[in-house]
């Protein structure tokens, strides 16, 4: 009987989504005032399963092609999406974690056991300098977590130093005779992580004030500044952004928040990332969306006490988050990537792109190996995945002036909510317009008819990600099966951009 109605309902749904008509998009250049920061498209990467051994670091001596002990592949296939910041050293990781165990001689750095991560044992071989170097190697931000939890207020004041100060103070010294001079470039520091749950399991109030005593001793050196960020709420917990706003205030300089796109917590609960019905994948599209009404809140409550919008909200942990493969290390979280997922990265970018005035940062869980990935790696082989290919078709968004939109679409219900079946983006940099939008529709394609914030360009240019089956993804076997293509099917007419977006893509297209 259930079941009936649940496939009467579907049919129901589907033919609604059939009767569309034309999408429209009118845009609203004279309105355009806020910038989309380029820190909305950073990444994450935990000392947790393969994220950093294996995916990103395999030493010098490994047989894997490495650059100073980076593999290649990743550098090079990472390079291209022009990262902006990288978090680290974690996660739930980051306040276990004491720096003084991961600098010096390789030889002899103490190892420590995982304690949140399937017990591996990690031997500190990559630490602050292999983290940071990276960075540069990488042309981006680090964002550092410092350890709230286990650590002591001393033990993070001397981390600062250690990377910050160019003085002739102890820890500058003690960095050079690690062998490196000069300060490295450290602007984005988080004052734990998850204070709420791994990160000590604080109430709110008791957090405020470790942050206010924390904090203090961060110290800004020479000419280096930092941006603090206090540890931030769990998706619907409203109440820890309200009593860190009151009792911290202007102290941080960014709030985060995490939110992740899950069926259910627990062992086994959480679905398989590439064996799921249309239904599932639908219900993931509808939790994901469900972020926008989430952050809103959050800002709405920061709003109260922070009129300018100075206090930046940083969604620095997002994304998919489903059962960990077959076959794989318990607690090593490493999950396959389908279209699906795609779509997950496609949705919440357009979304953090509107909230310029408010998110000026966001992390996706994580860069390698770990959760909604941007590549897998298995021994000497890499994968690119479709989220990757995502980040890469929206780069263009990076740090470019954000246009206002007005979308009228059919919509389709989903989680008790009427979901609009196409999703857009609009940014200008210089001459040209960068436009990102999606159908989570698996079976119809719709026609878009879009106003040209810049109503004399000739030429458009596109790109189209889409696959046969929603549940497709990226092998060793089968890396391309996933990939974006040119897309042609887009024209200018008086002023108008006119394409028809087939079911189930994600579009990236630049008009000049
Ligand atoms: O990203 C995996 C984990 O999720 C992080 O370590 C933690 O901060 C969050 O709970």
Not at 159 to 173: I, K, L, Q
Not at 296 to 320: A, F, N, P, Q, S
Not at 346 to 355: C, G, R, T
Request: glycine share 8%; net charge negative.
């Amino acid at each position: 009987m259930k079941k009936y109605f649940i496939s009467s309902l579907l049919a129901f749904s589907t033919l609604f989504a059939s009767a569309q008509g034309e999408v429209t998009i009118k845009t609203y250049p004279q309105q355009a005032n806020q910038k989309i920061s380029k820190h909305i498209y950073g990444h994450f990467a935990e000392h947790l399963g393969t994220c950093i051994y294996g995916g990103l670091w395999v030493g010098e001596n490994s047989s894997i092609p490495n650059e100073k002990g980076y593999r290649k592949d990743v550098l090079e296939a990472l390079k291209k999406l022009q990262i902006p910041n990288l978090r680290w050293p974690g996660g739930c990781f980051a306040d276990e974690y004491h720096w003084m165990d991961g600098i010096g001689a390789k030889e002899s750095r103490p190892k420590m056991v995982n304690n949140n991560w399937g017990g591996t044992i990690e031997d500190n071989s990559f630490g602050t300098h292999e983290f940071l170097n990276l960075c540069e190697i990488l042309d981006c931000e680090p964002y550092i977590s410092g350890n709230v939890g286990s650590g002591s207020v001393e033990e993070m004041a001397k981390w600062v130093e250690y990377m910050t100060s160019d003085g002739d103070s102890p820890m500058a010294n003690l960095r050079r005779s690690n062998g490196r001079d000069k300060a490295w470039d450290v602007k984005f520091f988080g004052v734990g992580n998850e204070s709420w749950g791994c990160g000590g399991n604080m109430r709110p109030e008791y957090y405020a004030d470790l942050y206010r005593r924390y904090s203090t001793y961060c110290r800004d050196y020479d000419d280096n500044r930092l941006f603090k960020i206090a540890s931030g709420a769990s998706d619907y917990d409203y109440n820890w952004t309200e009593v860190l706003m009151k009792n911290i205030g202007h102290r941080m300089s960014g709030l985060s928040v995490h939110y992740y796109t899950i069926t259910e917590w627990g062992e086994g609960k959480k679905g398989s990332a590439i064996d799921f019905t249309n239904d599932e994948y639908y219900w993931i599209i509808g939790k994901c969306l469900e972020i926008e009404e989430v952050l809103t809140k959050h800002m709405d409550i920061m709003d109260k006490y922070d009129k300018d919008k100075r206090i930046g909200l940083m969604v620095d942990e997002w994304g998919t988050w489903f059962n960990e493969e077959p076959g794989t290390i318990r607690g090593h979280l490493y999950q396959q990537n389908s279209m699906r997922d795609a779509f997950v990265a496609a949705l919440s970018l357009n979304i953090f792109n509107k909230y310029g005035d408010r998110i000026q940062m966001a992390n996706i869980a994580q860069l390698a190996n770990v959760l909604q990935s941007m590549v897998l790696t298995k021994d000497d082989k890499m994968t690119l995945t479709p989220t990757y290919h995502v980040f890469e078709m929206y780069k263009a968004h990076q740090d470019a002036t954000h246009i206002p939109i007005d979308l009228t679409s059919d919509t389709r219900e989903i989680r008790g909510r009427n979901i609009n079946t196409v999703s857009a983006s609009v940014s200008q940099k210089g001459d040209a317009v960068n436009l990102t939008l999606t159908n989570i529709d698996l079976e119809t394609d719709r026609k878009i008819v879009i106003d040209l914030p810049n109503p004399k360009a000739k030429n458009v240019n596109g790109r189209i990600l889409t696959s046969k089956n929603i549940t497709d993804h990226n092998t060793f076997e089968q890396p391309n099966l996933v990939k974006p293509e040119v897309f042609k099917d887009a024209k200018i007419r008086n002023g108008k951009l006119e394409l028809t977006i087939p079911a189930k893509s994600i579009l990236a297209l630049e008009v000049q």
